[in-house]
Nanobody, 128 residues
Framework: QVQLVESGGGLVPAGESLRLSCAASGRGFSDYAMGWFRQVPGKERVMVALISKRNSPKNADSVQGRFTISRDNAKNTLFLQMSDLKLEDTAVYYC??????????????????????WGQGTPVTVSS
């Protein structure tokens, strides 16, 4: 089991950058596939970026070229470097962990429902 705590959110002007962190405690951080998701009130939680246990990243089209996901297994920490932030990036950002040994139907690793552990979220507000 792993516990996740996000930090680094805040208010930032459009066009600027922000880095989110997700500190993991418990066993086996390096064995989990990790992801960042975001949610706007009244809308579904959606994938932002994923990273496999072998450090293979995958971004949502909406953030491609602007956001970078990374992990430091020695420090049990997941990061999301966000640059050129846009108003539509405003959301609560969550980190999540998935046990890759558990099969995912249809390979839909972008779905929040296949992630087993979640942090409490950190809000990001992009201002004009």
């Amino acid at each position: 089991q792993v516990q996740l705590v996000e930090s680094g959110g805040g208010l930032v002007p459009a066009g600027e950058s922000l880095r989110l962190s997700c500190a993991a405690s418990g066993r086996g951080f390096s064995d989990y596939a990790m992801g960042w998701f975001r949610q706007v009130p009244g809308k579904e939680r959606v994938m932002v970026a994923l990273i496999s246990k072998r450090n293979s990243p995958k971004n949502a089209d909406s953030v491609q070229g602007r956001f970078t996901i990374s992990r430091d297994n020695a420090k049990n920490t997941l990061f999301l470097q966000m640059s050129d932030l846009k108003l539509e990036d405003t959301a609560v950002y969550y980190c999540a962990a998935r046990d890759p040994r558990i099969p995912v139907v249809g390979g839909r690793i972008d779905l929040p429902s296949v992630y087993h552990y979640w942090g409490q979220g950190t809000p990001v507000t992009v201002s004009s």
